[in-house]
């Protein structure tokens, strides 16, 4: 199943941990998550079978061990917070990211290099996006 469900800010830090890992047991998780024990393995686990429920993970069994992983990249949660913030408005979000954040020369160059490879993507007709 596939979600429309919006994380919540400690989903939101389950999905991090994730996309870092790629896959985790609940035990990666918690321990990726929370080095210092900033949370009980339990919560975790329970947040973990929450997002399950609501379409943000999915797990395989390995052993008796589930393994998570989860069902939207990176691009898929900034995708929503664009619409739900900005109304779509992409230049108005990276308008006030630039406001928000003082971007190093290095970070600037990267997103010039990104606003060209888009740009020769849309001008050969591959409209599709990368990295969902």
């Not at 943000?56 to 913030?85: K, M, N, Q």
Request: net charge neutral; aromatic share 4%; with cysteine.
């Amino acid at each position: 199943m596939v979600s429309e469900a919006e994380p919540s800010p400690r989903e939101l830090d389950v999905l991090k941990a994730l996309w870092e890992l790629g896959s985790g047991s609940v035990r990666e998780v918690h321990r990726t998550m929370c080095p210092g024990g900033e949370l009980a393995f339990n919560t975790v686990q329970t947040v973990l079978r929450i997002m399950e429920t609501k379409g943000l993970v999915r797990h395989r069994a390995e052993g008796r061990t589930f393994v998570y992983e989860p069902t939207h990249g990176r691009d898929w949660v900034a995708s929503r917070l664009l619409e739900r913030v900005f109304d779509g408005a992409l230049d108005q979000a990276v308008l006030s990211l630039l406001k928000a954040k003082d971007a190093s020369e290095r970070e600037l160059r990267e997103l010039e290099e990104i606003i060209a490879a888009a740009r020769k993507r849309k001008a050969s007709g591959d409209g599709a996006r990368e990295g969902s």
